[in-house]
Protein backbone atom coordinates (compact mmCIF):
# COMPACT_ATOMS: atom_id res chain seq x y z
CA UNK A 1 0.00 0.00 0.00
CA UNK A 2 2.62 2.27 0.61
CA UNK A 3 4.71 1.93 -2.27
CA UNK A 4 1.66 2.67 -4.18
CA UNK A 5 1.42 5.89 -2.27
CA UNK A 6 4.67 6.22 -2.96
CA UNK A 7 3.99 6.53 -6.45
CA UNK A 8 1.10 8.59 -6.38
CA UNK A 9 2.90 11.03 -4.41
CA UNK A 10 6.28 11.07 -7.32
CA UNK A 11 3.34 11.74 -9.68
CA UNK A 12 1.37 14.20 -8.50
CA UNK A 13 4.62 16.76 -7.68
CA UNK A 14 5.90 15.45 -11.54
CA UNK A 15 2.66 16.72 -12.56
CA UNK A 16 2.50 19.73 -10.40
CA UNK A 17 6.30 20.48 -11.52
CA UNK A 18 5.02 21.08 -14.77
CA UNK A 19 3.22 24.00 -13.92
CA UNK A 20 5.69 25.89 -11.96
CA UNK A 21 7.36 26.95 -14.68
CA UNK A 22 4.47 28.90 -16.17
CA UNK A 23 3.47 30.13 -12.90
CA UNK A 24 7.01 31.71 -12.44
CA UNK A 25 6.55 33.69 -16.41
CA UNK A 26 3.25 34.25 -15.04
CA UNK A 27 4.30 36.07 -11.51
CA UNK A 28 7.22 37.61 -13.13
CA UNK A 29 6.82 38.09 -17.16
CA UNK A 30 9.98 38.45 -18.93
CA UNK A 31 8.26 37.96 -22.33
CA UNK A 32 5.84 40.69 -21.63
CA UNK A 33 2.96 41.06 -24.61
CA UNK A 34 1.92 42.13 -26.00
CA UNK A 35 3.85 40.68 -29.02
CA UNK A 36 5.29 43.72 -30.96
CA UNK A 37 3.93 44.94 -33.90
CA UNK A 38 5.44 48.69 -34.65
CA UNK A 39 1.71 50.41 -35.64
CA UNK A 40 3.61 53.29 -37.43
CA UNK A 41 6.21 50.95 -39.68
CA UNK A 42 5.67 51.54 -43.33
CA UNK A 43 9.03 49.97 -44.55
CA UNK A 44 9.95 46.35 -42.54
CA UNK A 45 13.18 46.00 -43.22
CA UNK A 46 14.36 48.42 -40.39
CA UNK A 47 11.31 47.24 -38.19
CA UNK A 48 14.12 45.61 -35.68
CA UNK A 49 15.96 48.71 -34.98
CA UNK A 50 13.50 51.20 -34.87
CA UNK A 51 12.19 48.63 -32.02
CA UNK A 52 15.78 48.63 -30.46
CA UNK A 53 15.92 52.03 -30.74
CA UNK A 54 12.43 52.76 -29.18
CA UNK A 55 12.95 50.28 -26.07
CA UNK A 56 16.17 52.32 -25.39
CA UNK A 57 14.74 55.18 -25.42
CA UNK A 58 11.87 54.75 -23.03
CA UNK A 59 14.49 52.09 -20.84
CA UNK A 60 16.33 55.33 -20.64
CA UNK A 61 13.57 57.48 -19.68
CA UNK A 62 12.08 54.72 -17.01
CA UNK A 63 12.82 55.31 -13.47
CA UNK A 64 14.86 52.45 -12.33
CA UNK A 65 18.24 53.68 -12.77
CA UNK A 66 21.01 54.44 -9.80
CA UNK A 67 23.91 56.74 -9.86
CA UNK A 68 26.83 54.50 -10.05
CA UNK A 69 29.18 55.19 -6.73
CA UNK A 70 32.74 56.81 -7.26
CA UNK A 71 34.37 53.69 -6.60
CA UNK A 72 32.88 51.75 -9.10
CA UNK A 73 33.13 54.29 -12.13
CA UNK A 74 34.59 52.68 -15.11
CA UNK A 75 37.94 55.20 -16.41
CA UNK A 76 36.19 55.67 -19.73
CA UNK A 77 33.64 57.17 -18.54
CA UNK A 78 35.83 60.02 -17.89
CA UNK A 79 34.04 61.10 -14.63
CA UNK A 80 30.55 61.57 -17.08
CA UNK A 81 27.44 61.30 -14.94
CA UNK A 82 26.60 57.77 -15.30
CA UNK A 83 23.66 55.64 -14.14
CA UNK A 84 23.42 51.86 -14.17
CA UNK A 85 20.34 48.96 -13.56
CA UNK A 86 20.78 45.59 -14.50
CA UNK A 87 18.21 43.58 -17.33
CA UNK A 88 17.70 40.16 -18.10
CA UNK A 89 18.01 38.93 -21.18
CA UNK A 90 17.90 35.42 -23.00
CA UNK A 91 21.84 34.61 -22.04
CA UNK A 92 20.81 35.60 -17.99
CA UNK A 93 21.37 39.30 -16.85
CA UNK A 94 23.40 42.06 -18.18
CA UNK A 95 24.57 45.48 -17.11
CA UNK A 96 23.13 48.92 -18.71
CA UNK A 97 24.87 51.87 -18.29
CA UNK A 98 23.34 55.32 -19.24
CA UNK A 99 25.60 58.45 -19.48
CA UNK A 100 23.77 61.60 -19.58
CA UNK A 101 26.52 63.71 -21.12
CA UNK A 102 28.55 63.65 -24.03
CA UNK A 103 30.95 60.90 -24.11
CA UNK A 104 34.78 60.26 -25.76
CA UNK A 105 36.22 56.62 -25.07
CA UNK A 106 39.63 56.40 -25.19
CA UNK A 107 41.16 54.09 -27.46
CA UNK A 108 41.94 50.35 -26.80
CA UNK A 109 39.23 50.22 -24.16
CA UNK A 110 36.73 46.98 -23.87
CA UNK A 111 33.36 48.00 -22.71
CA UNK A 112 31.47 44.58 -21.13
CA UNK A 113 27.83 46.60 -20.61
CA UNK A 114 25.51 47.88 -22.92
CA UNK A 115 25.18 51.56 -22.58
CA UNK A 116 23.22 54.52 -23.52
CA UNK A 117 24.66 57.50 -24.38
CA UNK A 118 21.72 60.91 -23.94
CA UNK A 119 24.29 63.01 -25.42
CA UNK A 120 27.37 62.27 -28.54
CA UNK A 121 29.38 59.45 -28.20
CA UNK A 122 32.82 59.31 -30.07
CA UNK A 123 34.97 56.06 -29.27
CA UNK A 124 38.67 55.80 -30.75
CA UNK A 125 40.26 53.03 -32.16
CA UNK A 126 40.41 49.69 -30.82
CA UNK A 127 37.69 49.85 -28.54
CA UNK A 128 35.64 46.54 -28.36
CA UNK A 129 31.90 47.01 -26.85
CA UNK A 130 30.44 43.56 -25.82
CA UNK A 131 26.84 44.71 -25.65
CA UNK A 132 24.78 47.01 -27.51
CA UNK A 133 25.43 50.91 -27.90
CA UNK A 134 22.44 53.60 -28.21
CA UNK A 135 23.53 57.12 -28.67
CA UNK A 136 20.47 59.78 -28.34
CA UNK A 137 23.13 62.26 -30.65
CA UNK A 138 25.83 61.73 -32.83
CA UNK A 139 27.83 58.31 -33.15
CA UNK A 140 31.49 58.60 -34.04
CA UNK A 141 33.20 55.25 -33.92
CA UNK A 142 37.00 55.22 -34.46
CA UNK A 143 38.82 52.45 -36.59
CA UNK A 144 39.07 48.95 -35.51
CA UNK A 145 36.40 48.97 -32.66
CA UNK A 146 34.21 45.95 -32.85
CA UNK A 147 30.23 45.84 -31.49
CA UNK A 148 27.52 43.97 -31.55
CA UNK A 149 24.67 46.34 -32.54
CA UNK A 150 24.59 50.13 -32.48
CA UNK A 151 21.94 52.98 -32.84
CA UNK A 152 21.80 56.43 -33.09
CA UNK A 153 19.04 59.27 -33.04
CA UNK A 154 21.66 61.11 -35.41
CA UNK A 155 24.35 61.17 -37.82
CA UNK A 156 26.82 58.30 -37.68
CA UNK A 157 30.20 57.18 -38.63
CA UNK A 158 31.75 54.12 -38.86
CA UNK A 159 35.48 53.57 -38.52
CA UNK A 160 37.85 52.24 -41.08
CA UNK A 161 38.08 48.15 -40.54
CA UNK A 162 35.44 48.51 -37.66
CA UNK A 163 33.44 44.90 -37.27
CA UNK A 164 29.18 45.08 -36.18
CA UNK A 165 28.08 41.80 -35.20
CA UNK A 166 24.47 43.19 -35.67
CA UNK A 167 22.71 45.79 -36.81
CA UNK A 168 23.81 49.64 -37.50
CA UNK A 169 20.65 52.06 -37.34
CA UNK A 170 20.47 55.58 -37.55
CA UNK A 171 17.81 58.02 -37.86
CA UNK A 172 20.33 60.83 -40.12
CA UNK A 173 23.30 59.62 -42.36
CA UNK A 174 25.74 57.31 -42.03
CA UNK A 175 28.96 56.46 -43.19
CA UNK A 176 30.41 53.28 -43.43
CA UNK A 177 34.65 53.52 -43.37
CA UNK A 178 36.27 51.59 -45.51
CA UNK A 179 37.10 47.64 -44.71
CA UNK A 180 34.14 47.54 -42.66
CA UNK A 181 32.17 44.26 -42.04
CA UNK A 182 28.76 44.86 -41.18
CA UNK A 183 26.91 41.37 -40.63
CA UNK A 184 23.27 42.96 -40.34
CA UNK A 185 21.33 46.09 -41.62
CA UNK A 186 22.99 49.30 -42.37
CA UNK A 187 19.43 51.76 -41.82
CA UNK A 188 19.48 55.42 -41.91
CA UNK A 189 16.89 57.69 -42.42
CA UNK A 190 18.77 59.85 -44.94
CA UNK A 191 22.18 58.62 -47.03
CA UNK A 192 24.21 55.64 -46.50
CA UNK A 193 27.71 56.18 -47.66
CA UNK A 194 30.04 53.25 -48.08
CA UNK A 195 33.46 54.88 -48.18
CA UNK A 196 35.96 52.26 -50.43
CA UNK A 197 35.23 48.45 -49.91
CA UNK A 198 33.51 47.40 -47.24
CA UNK A 199 31.45 44.02 -46.42
CA UNK A 200 27.29 45.19 -45.57
CA UNK A 201 24.75 42.38 -45.13
CA UNK A 202 21.90 44.85 -46.34
CA UNK A 203 21.35 48.10 -46.67
CA UNK A 204 18.34 50.26 -46.09
CA UNK A 205 18.42 54.71 -46.86
CA UNK A 206 16.54 56.69 -49.14
CA UNK A 207 19.81 57.24 -50.61
CA UNK A 208 23.12 55.41 -51.40
CA UNK A 209 26.13 57.01 -52.08
CA UNK A 210 29.50 54.53 -52.99
CA UNK A 211 32.42 56.11 -53.22
CA UNK A 212 35.54 54.87 -55.05
CA UNK A 213 38.33 53.18 -52.66
CA UNK A 214 40.55 55.58 -50.96
CA UNK A 215 38.00 58.71 -51.43
CA UNK B 1 -20.18 -5.65 -27.94
CA UNK B 2 -16.51 -5.72 -26.85
CA UNK B 3 -15.82 -5.77 -30.80
CA UNK B 4 -17.42 -3.07 -31.90
CA UNK B 5 -15.85 -0.54 -28.41
CA UNK B 6 -12.50 -2.22 -29.72
CA UNK B 7 -13.27 -1.24 -33.91
CA UNK B 8 -14.61 2.39 -32.49
CA UNK B 9 -11.36 2.96 -30.29
CA UNK B 10 -9.13 1.55 -33.27
CA UNK B 11 -11.27 3.92 -35.66
CA UNK B 12 -10.81 6.79 -33.32
CA UNK B 13 -6.69 6.17 -32.79
CA UNK B 14 -6.37 6.25 -36.35
CA UNK B 15 -8.06 9.60 -36.80
CA UNK B 16 -6.24 11.30 -33.82
CA UNK B 17 -3.07 9.84 -35.55
CA UNK B 18 -3.77 11.04 -38.76
CA UNK B 19 -4.26 14.48 -37.24
CA UNK B 20 -0.75 14.43 -35.48
CA UNK B 21 0.86 13.45 -38.48
CA UNK B 22 -0.45 16.67 -40.06
CA UNK B 23 0.21 19.05 -37.25
CA UNK B 24 4.10 17.67 -37.14
CA UNK B 25 3.98 18.33 -40.79
CA UNK B 26 3.00 21.87 -40.64
CA UNK B 27 5.58 22.37 -37.56
CA UNK B 28 8.57 21.22 -39.50
CA UNK B 29 7.47 22.86 -42.68
CA UNK B 30 6.94 26.28 -41.07
CA UNK B 31 10.24 25.71 -38.55
CA UNK B 32 12.58 24.22 -41.32
CA UNK B 33 10.92 24.36 -44.59
CA UNK B 34 11.03 27.31 -46.88
CA UNK B 35 8.70 29.98 -46.50
CA UNK B 36 6.58 31.17 -49.25
CA UNK B 37 6.01 34.77 -48.98
CA UNK B 38 2.75 35.31 -50.97
CA UNK B 39 4.14 37.99 -53.37
CA UNK B 40 5.36 40.31 -50.97
CA UNK B 41 8.23 41.64 -53.46
CA UNK B 42 5.01 43.37 -54.86
CA UNK B 43 4.40 45.73 -51.38
CA UNK B 44 3.90 48.67 -52.20
CA UNK B 45 4.51 48.48 -56.14
CA UNK B 46 0.84 47.03 -56.06
CA UNK B 47 -2.26 49.06 -55.55
CA UNK B 48 -5.60 48.06 -56.75
CA UNK B 49 -8.47 49.83 -55.80
CA UNK B 50 -9.68 48.93 -52.14
CA UNK B 51 -13.11 49.24 -50.50
CA UNK B 52 -12.57 48.14 -46.25
CA UNK B 53 -15.64 47.17 -44.62
CA UNK B 54 -15.89 47.59 -41.01
CA UNK B 55 -19.14 45.74 -38.89
CA UNK B 56 -19.61 47.58 -36.04
CA UNK B 57 -22.15 47.00 -33.54
CA UNK B 58 -22.30 48.82 -29.88
CA UNK B 59 -18.46 49.35 -30.56
CA UNK B 60 -18.43 53.05 -29.51
CA UNK B 61 -15.15 52.51 -27.21
CA UNK B 62 -12.73 50.61 -30.20
CA UNK B 63 -14.44 52.48 -33.70
CA UNK B 64 -12.74 55.99 -33.36
CA UNK B 65 -9.51 53.46 -32.88
CA UNK B 66 -10.03 51.14 -35.91
CA UNK B 67 -11.07 54.35 -37.82
CA UNK B 68 -8.18 56.69 -37.09
CA UNK B 69 -5.98 53.93 -37.95
CA UNK B 70 -7.67 52.85 -41.22
CA UNK B 71 -7.86 56.68 -41.53
CA UNK B 72 -3.66 57.51 -41.50
CA UNK B 73 -2.91 53.99 -43.19
CA UNK B 74 -0.52 53.83 -45.68
CA UNK B 75 -2.12 53.63 -49.19
CA UNK B 76 -3.03 55.66 -52.17
CA UNK B 77 -6.33 57.56 -51.37
CA UNK B 78 -6.66 59.58 -55.02
CA UNK B 79 -10.05 59.16 -57.06
CA UNK B 80 -11.76 56.81 -54.50
CA UNK B 81 -8.74 54.07 -54.64
CA UNK B 82 -9.47 53.54 -51.08
CA UNK B 83 -12.87 53.54 -49.26
CA UNK B 84 -13.52 52.89 -45.57
CA UNK B 85 -17.24 51.76 -45.25
CA UNK B 86 -18.19 51.94 -41.46
CA UNK B 87 -21.34 49.61 -40.87
CA UNK B 88 -23.18 50.62 -37.62
CA UNK B 89 -25.41 47.21 -37.38
CA UNK B 90 -27.99 48.50 -35.11
CA UNK B 91 -26.13 50.26 -32.69
CA UNK B 92 -27.82 51.71 -29.05
CA UNK B 93 -24.26 53.35 -28.13
CA UNK B 94 -22.81 56.28 -29.85
CA UNK B 95 -21.08 53.86 -32.42
CA UNK B 96 -24.17 55.86 -34.82
CA UNK B 97 -22.44 58.90 -34.28
CA UNK B 98 -18.91 58.28 -34.44
CA UNK B 99 -19.39 56.74 -37.77
CA UNK B 100 -21.16 59.84 -39.03
CA UNK B 101 -18.26 62.25 -37.64
CA UNK B 102 -15.65 60.09 -39.56
CA UNK B 103 -17.90 60.07 -42.36
CA UNK B 104 -17.82 63.82 -42.34
CA UNK B 105 -14.10 64.22 -41.16
CA UNK B 106 -12.81 61.95 -44.32
CA UNK B 107 -14.20 61.88 -47.52
CA UNK B 108 -13.18 58.18 -48.18
CA UNK B 109 -15.16 57.23 -45.40
CA UNK B 110 -18.75 56.27 -45.99
CA UNK B 111 -21.35 55.31 -43.29
CA UNK B 112 -23.86 52.83 -43.67
CA UNK B 113 -26.19 52.04 -40.88
CA UNK B 114 -28.80 49.00 -40.05
CA UNK B 115 -31.88 49.90 -38.37
CA UNK B 116 -34.89 47.67 -37.49
CA UNK B 117 -33.09 45.29 -40.41
CA UNK B 118 -34.30 41.05 -40.84
CA UNK B 119 -31.79 39.51 -39.75
CA UNK B 120 -29.75 40.18 -37.00
CA UNK B 121 -26.05 38.31 -38.00
CA UNK B 122 -22.72 39.58 -38.99
CA UNK B 123 -22.38 38.49 -42.21
CA UNK B 124 -25.80 40.36 -42.75
CA UNK B 125 -24.13 43.64 -41.94
CA UNK B 126 -21.19 42.67 -43.87
CA UNK B 127 -23.91 42.07 -46.83
CA UNK B 128 -25.06 45.27 -46.04
CA UNK B 129 -21.48 46.74 -46.46
CA UNK B 130 -20.89 44.99 -49.59
CA UNK B 131 -23.65 46.23 -52.00
CA UNK B 132 -21.81 50.32 -50.70
CA UNK B 133 -18.51 48.79 -52.23
CA UNK B 134 -16.82 50.35 -55.72
CA UNK B 135 -13.67 48.92 -55.37
CA UNK B 136 -11.78 46.07 -57.33
CA UNK B 137 -10.28 44.17 -53.65
CA UNK B 138 -12.73 43.91 -50.59
CA UNK B 139 -10.81 44.19 -46.96
CA UNK B 140 -12.72 43.21 -43.70
CA UNK B 141 -11.83 44.44 -39.94
CA UNK B 142 -13.10 43.69 -37.11
CA UNK B 143 -14.28 47.11 -34.76
CA UNK B 144 -11.63 46.05 -32.27
CA UNK B 145 -8.92 45.62 -34.19
CA UNK B 146 -5.76 47.83 -34.80
CA UNK B 147 -4.32 47.12 -38.22
CA UNK B 148 -0.56 49.01 -38.53
CA UNK B 149 -0.17 51.80 -41.60
CA UNK B 150 1.39 49.15 -44.27
CA UNK B 151 -1.28 46.41 -43.34
CA UNK B 152 -3.51 47.10 -46.74
CA UNK B 153 -0.48 47.41 -48.95
CA UNK B 154 0.82 43.45 -47.50
CA UNK B 155 -3.05 42.35 -47.74
CA UNK B 156 -3.30 43.52 -51.03
CA UNK B 157 0.29 42.36 -53.00
CA UNK B 158 -1.04 38.63 -53.49
CA UNK B 159 -4.00 39.81 -55.70
CA UNK B 160 -1.28 40.12 -58.38
CA UNK B 161 -1.42 36.57 -58.65
CA UNK B 162 -5.34 36.15 -61.04
CA UNK B 163 -6.21 32.78 -59.33
CA UNK B 164 -5.89 34.19 -55.93
CA UNK B 165 -9.82 35.45 -54.51
CA UNK B 166 -8.68 35.69 -51.28
CA UNK B 167 -5.90 36.79 -48.65
CA UNK B 168 -5.59 36.02 -44.68
CA UNK B 169 -3.43 38.62 -42.86
CA UNK B 170 -1.89 37.42 -39.23
CA UNK B 171 -3.56 38.39 -35.60
CA UNK B 172 -1.89 39.01 -33.02
CA UNK B 173 -3.47 39.90 -29.30
CA UNK B 174 -2.84 43.33 -28.05
CA UNK B 175 -4.22 42.63 -24.62
CA UNK B 176 -1.79 39.95 -22.92
CA UNK B 177 -0.85 42.12 -19.71
CA UNK B 178 -4.62 41.72 -19.14
CA UNK B 179 -4.88 38.03 -17.76
CA UNK B 180 -3.76 34.45 -17.63
CA UNK B 181 -6.40 33.20 -20.22
CA UNK B 182 -4.82 36.25 -22.78
CA UNK B 183 -1.65 35.04 -22.51
CA UNK B 184 -2.66 31.56 -23.32
CA UNK B 185 -4.70 32.24 -26.08
CA UNK B 186 -1.46 34.65 -27.48
CA UNK B 187 0.16 31.08 -27.76
CA UNK B 188 -2.87 29.38 -29.50
CA UNK B 189 -2.90 31.99 -31.83
CA UNK B 190 0.61 32.08 -32.69
CA UNK B 191 0.79 28.70 -33.12
CA UNK B 192 -2.22 29.00 -35.09
CA UNK B 193 -1.49 31.52 -37.63
CA UNK B 194 2.64 31.58 -37.72
CA UNK B 195 2.38 27.86 -37.91
CA UNK B 196 -1.01 26.54 -38.94
CA UNK B 197 -1.57 29.07 -41.63
CA UNK B 198 1.65 29.72 -42.89
CA UNK B 199 2.81 25.89 -43.23
CA UNK B 200 -0.70 25.31 -44.82
CA UNK B 201 0.20 28.40 -47.33
CA UNK B 202 3.30 26.71 -48.24
CA UNK B 203 2.22 23.55 -49.05
CA UNK B 204 -0.42 24.94 -51.14
CA UNK B 205 -3.22 23.17 -49.01
CA UNK B 206 -6.57 25.69 -47.59
CA UNK B 207 -5.26 28.75 -45.98
CA UNK B 208 -8.08 29.46 -44.45
CA UNK B 209 -9.79 33.20 -43.99
CA UNK B 210 -10.34 33.97 -40.21
CA UNK B 211 -13.18 36.69 -41.10
CA UNK B 212 -11.56 39.71 -40.63
CA UNK B 213 -7.76 40.90 -41.30
CA UNK B 214 -8.29 40.02 -44.90
CA UNK B 215 -10.52 40.34 -47.94
CA UNK B 216 -11.56 38.99 -50.64
CA UNK B 217 -12.14 40.24 -55.05
CA UNK B 218 -15.21 41.66 -55.41
CA UNK B 219 -15.67 39.89 -58.41
CA UNK B 220 -15.55 36.74 -56.45
CA UNK B 221 -17.78 37.90 -53.91
CA UNK B 222 -20.23 38.96 -56.06
CA UNK B 223 -20.48 35.19 -57.87
CA UNK B 224 -21.08 33.94 -54.69
CA UNK B 225 -23.70 36.76 -53.53
CA UNK B 226 -21.78 38.01 -50.47
CA UNK B 227 -21.51 35.78 -47.08
CA UNK B 228 -24.38 33.56 -46.17
CA UNK B 229 -26.69 35.68 -43.61
CA UNK B 230 -27.66 33.07 -41.62
CA UNK B 231 -24.05 30.79 -41.29
CA UNK B 232 -22.16 31.27 -37.83
CA UNK B 233 -19.02 30.83 -39.75
CA UNK B 234 -19.56 32.93 -42.70
CA UNK B 235 -15.61 33.03 -42.90
CA UNK B 236 -14.98 29.02 -43.47
CA UNK B 237 -18.04 28.86 -45.40
CA UNK B 238 -16.16 31.20 -48.26
CA UNK B 239 -12.93 30.06 -47.91
CA UNK B 240 -14.47 26.54 -48.80
CA UNK B 241 -16.75 27.99 -51.64
CA UNK B 242 -13.45 29.70 -53.17
CA UNK B 243 -11.18 26.73 -53.09
CA UNK B 244 -14.18 24.38 -54.89
CA UNK B 245 -14.70 27.19 -57.56
CA UNK B 246 -11.15 27.16 -58.41
CA UNK B 247 -9.06 29.85 -56.80
CA UNK B 248 -6.59 30.15 -53.92
CA UNK B 249 -6.58 32.09 -50.71
CA UNK B 250 -2.96 33.10 -49.75
CA UNK B 251 -2.09 33.60 -46.08
CA UNK B 252 0.18 36.91 -45.29
CA UNK B 253 1.93 36.47 -42.17
CA UNK B 254 3.96 39.87 -42.19
CA UNK B 255 0.73 41.46 -42.42
CA UNK B 256 -0.10 41.85 -38.63
CA UNK B 257 -3.61 43.17 -37.16
CA UNK B 258 -3.63 43.69 -33.57
CA UNK B 259 -6.78 42.18 -32.03
CA UNK B 260 -8.40 42.05 -28.37
CA UNK B 261 -8.94 38.62 -26.79
CA UNK B 262 -10.99 37.55 -24.44
CA UNK B 263 -9.97 37.44 -21.06
CA UNK B 264 -12.97 35.43 -18.95
CA UNK B 265 -12.39 31.40 -20.05
CA UNK B 266 -16.26 31.10 -19.98
CA UNK B 267 -16.68 33.76 -22.86
CA UNK B 268 -14.06 32.29 -24.67
CA UNK B 269 -16.25 28.79 -24.46
CA UNK B 270 -18.51 31.05 -26.03
CA UNK B 271 -17.21 31.84 -28.95
CA UNK B 272 -15.13 28.40 -29.49
CA UNK B 273 -18.99 27.40 -29.24
CA UNK B 274 -20.10 29.48 -31.88
CA UNK B 275 -17.19 28.84 -34.14
CA UNK B 276 -17.44 25.04 -33.29
CA UNK B 277 -21.62 25.13 -34.79
CA UNK B 278 -20.69 27.02 -37.96
CA UNK B 279 -17.57 25.23 -38.67
CA UNK B 280 -19.41 21.70 -37.89
CA UNK B 281 -21.82 23.19 -40.45
CA UNK B 282 -19.25 23.74 -43.32
CA UNK B 283 -17.96 20.30 -42.46
CA UNK B 284 -21.82 18.91 -43.04
CA UNK B 285 -22.04 20.86 -46.45
CA UNK B 286 -18.73 20.65 -48.34
CA UNK B 287 -16.64 17.52 -46.93
CA UNK B 288 -18.46 15.63 -49.74
CA UNK B 289 -17.76 18.26 -52.79
CA UNK B 290 -14.37 19.10 -51.40
CA UNK B 291 -13.63 15.36 -51.89
CA UNK B 292 -15.38 14.99 -55.48
CA UNK B 293 -13.72 18.01 -56.24
CA UNK B 294 -11.94 17.80 -59.66
CA UNK B 295 -10.17 21.36 -59.10
CA UNK B 296 -8.10 20.34 -55.71
CA UNK B 297 -5.06 18.18 -55.43
CA UNK B 298 -5.44 14.89 -53.18
CA UNK B 299 -3.50 16.48 -50.10
CA UNK B 300 -5.68 19.55 -50.68
CA UNK B 301 -8.67 17.47 -50.23
CA UNK B 302 -6.86 15.78 -47.83
CA UNK B 303 -6.35 18.71 -45.68
CA UNK B 304 -9.72 20.41 -46.59
CA UNK B 305 -11.52 17.59 -45.26
CA UNK B 306 -8.99 17.57 -42.39
CA UNK B 307 -10.03 21.26 -41.54
CA UNK B 308 -13.59 20.91 -41.82
CA UNK B 309 -13.12 17.97 -39.08
CA UNK B 310 -11.09 20.58 -36.68
CA UNK B 311 -14.80 21.19 -34.37
CA UNK B 312 -15.73 17.30 -34.65
CA UNK B 313 -12.10 16.58 -33.24
CA UNK B 314 -13.15 17.21 -29.64
CA UNK B 315 -16.14 14.97 -29.74
CA UNK B 316 -14.08 12.36 -31.28
CA UNK B 317 -11.77 12.75 -28.37
CA UNK B 318 -14.34 12.52 -25.55
CA UNK B 319 -15.64 9.21 -26.99
CA UNK B 320 -12.18 7.95 -27.47
CA UNK B 321 -11.84 8.22 -23.72
CA UNK B 322 -15.35 7.20 -22.82
CA UNK B 323 -14.57 4.03 -24.38
CA UNK B 324 -11.10 4.07 -23.77
CA UNK B 325 -12.24 4.04 -19.96
CA UNK B 326 -14.94 1.51 -20.69
CA UNK B 327 -13.11 -1.04 -22.73
CA UNK B 328 -10.15 -0.89 -19.84
CA UNK B 329 -12.29 -1.75 -17.10
CA UNK B 330 -14.38 -3.82 -18.03
CA UNK B 331 -14.23 -6.30 -21.33
CA UNK B 332 -10.12 -5.67 -21.62
CA UNK B 333 -8.72 -7.97 -24.59
CA UNK B 334 -5.01 -8.30 -24.29
CA UNK B 335 -4.00 -4.63 -26.22
CA UNK B 336 -6.52 -2.64 -24.61
CA UNK B 337 -3.82 -0.98 -22.06
CA UNK B 338 -1.23 -0.56 -24.24
CA UNK B 339 -4.28 1.08 -26.73
CA UNK B 340 -5.88 3.43 -23.86
CA UNK B 341 -2.29 4.57 -22.95
CA UNK B 342 -1.44 5.20 -26.90
CA UNK B 343 -4.48 7.06 -27.29
CA UNK B 344 -4.19 9.28 -23.81
CA UNK B 345 -0.47 10.16 -25.35
CA UNK B 346 -2.19 10.92 -28.83
CA UNK B 347 -5.07 12.78 -27.39
CA UNK B 348 -2.61 15.10 -25.07
CA UNK B 349 -0.34 15.80 -28.17
CA UNK B 350 -3.31 17.08 -30.59
CA UNK B 351 -7.07 17.79 -30.44
CA UNK B 352 -8.04 18.82 -34.06
CA UNK B 353 -6.67 22.28 -35.11
CA UNK B 354 -6.71 23.88 -31.75
CA UNK B 355 -2.89 23.99 -31.73
CA UNK B 356 -0.61 21.64 -31.39
CA UNK B 357 1.65 21.73 -28.92
CA UNK B 358 4.48 21.56 -30.76
CA UNK B 359 3.17 24.30 -33.09
CA UNK B 360 3.06 26.35 -30.08
CA UNK B 361 6.84 25.45 -29.58
CA UNK B 362 7.62 26.51 -33.18
CA UNK B 363 5.83 29.78 -32.82
CA UNK B 364 7.40 30.80 -29.84
CA UNK B 365 10.99 29.99 -31.16
CA UNK B 366 10.03 32.22 -34.51
CA UNK B 367 8.17 34.98 -32.50
CA UNK B 368 11.21 35.15 -29.87
CA UNK B 369 9.21 34.25 -27.27
CA UNK B 370 11.53 32.16 -25.22
CA UNK B 371 9.48 32.64 -21.79
CA UNK B 372 5.70 32.39 -22.56
CA UNK B 373 6.37 29.07 -24.24
CA UNK B 374 6.95 28.24 -20.20
CA UNK B 375 2.90 28.71 -19.71
CA UNK B 376 2.39 25.75 -22.06
CA UNK B 377 1.25 23.22 -19.76
CA UNK B 378 -1.96 25.70 -18.75
CA UNK B 379 -2.95 24.53 -22.54
CA UNK B 380 -4.31 21.29 -21.39
CA UNK B 381 -6.84 22.48 -19.16
CA UNK B 382 -8.24 24.90 -22.02
CA UNK B 383 -7.68 22.29 -24.35
CA UNK B 384 -10.09 19.51 -21.86
CA UNK B 385 -12.27 22.90 -22.05
CA UNK B 386 -12.34 22.90 -25.35
CA UNK B 387 -13.28 19.19 -25.47
CA UNK B 388 -16.17 19.70 -23.27
CA UNK B 389 -17.65 22.96 -25.90
CA UNK B 390 -16.74 21.62 -28.98
CA UNK B 391 -18.44 18.03 -27.88
CA UNK B 392 -21.50 19.86 -27.26
CA UNK B 393 -21.13 22.59 -30.10
CA UNK B 394 -20.95 19.14 -32.51
CA UNK B 395 -24.31 17.62 -30.84
CA UNK B 396 -26.42 20.93 -31.13
CA UNK B 397 -24.95 21.86 -34.53
CA UNK B 398 -25.83 17.74 -35.63
CA UNK B 399 -29.48 18.23 -34.28
CA UNK B 400 -30.22 21.63 -35.87
CA UNK B 401 -28.68 19.80 -39.15
CA UNK B 402 -31.50 17.12 -39.08
CA UNK B 403 -34.03 19.11 -38.53
CA UNK B 404 -35.43 22.37 -39.78
CA UNK B 405 -33.62 24.35 -37.19
CA UNK B 406 -31.07 25.30 -39.50
CA UNK B 407 -31.93 28.30 -42.16
CA UNK B 408 -31.07 27.81 -45.86
CA UNK B 409 -28.06 30.15 -47.09
CA UNK B 410 -28.79 33.60 -47.83
CA UNK B 411 -26.84 35.83 -49.59
CA UNK B 412 -27.44 39.45 -51.27
CA UNK B 413 -29.08 40.05 -54.60
CA UNK B 414 -28.84 43.48 -54.07
CA UNK B 415 -24.97 43.39 -54.38
CA UNK B 416 -24.52 40.86 -57.15
CA UNK B 417 -27.63 42.61 -59.10
CA UNK B 418 -25.24 45.70 -58.49
CA UNK B 419 -22.06 44.50 -59.88
CA UNK B 420 -23.43 42.42 -62.48
CA UNK B 421 -24.95 45.97 -63.32
CA UNK B 422 -22.04 47.85 -63.01
CA UNK B 423 -20.12 45.30 -65.72
CA UNK B 424 -22.25 45.09 -67.85
CA UNK B 425 -21.82 46.95 -71.57
Redesign the interface.
Given at each position: MMEYLVLLGVFAMMFFL??V??Y???RL???????H??????V?PRSEALHFRMSSESLGKSQEWTPVPPANMPQWTGGALTYQRELKG?GGSFKVLRIDQDLTIPAGTTIESAIIVQGNLVSEQDCSFREWVYVKGQCQIGRSNKLTSVASGSDMIIGEESEIFGFADSDGNVRIGEGCIVRGLVGSGGKITLEGSCEVKKLNGRVIIVAKSGG | MSLLVDIAILVIVAVVFAYTVRHYRFYWDRTFGVQEKASQSFVGAYAPSVSIVCPMKNEENVAPRLLDSLASMDYPKDNGRYEVIAVDDNSVDKTSEIVDEYATKYPFVKAVHRSSSPILSKPAALNAGLTFANNEIVLFFDADYIPPRDCVKKLVAPFTDPLVAGVMGRVVPVNTPEALVCRVLELERAAGYQVDQQARHNLGLIPQYGGTVGGFRRAFLASQKGFDAYHLAEDTDITYRAFLSGWKICYVNAAECYEEVVSQIHRRGVQVRRWGIGHNYCMFDHWLRTLRSPLLAFWSKVDGVMLLGTYFMPFIQLAGWILGIYSYLFQPPFWSPLLFALFLTLAYNVVGNLALFSEIGSASLLDRRNRSVWLLPLMLQIVLYYVLIGSRSFIDSLSAHLTTRRRKRKGTEKFQESYLKERSP
Open positions: SFPGLEYPRDPGPLIDLSRTED | -
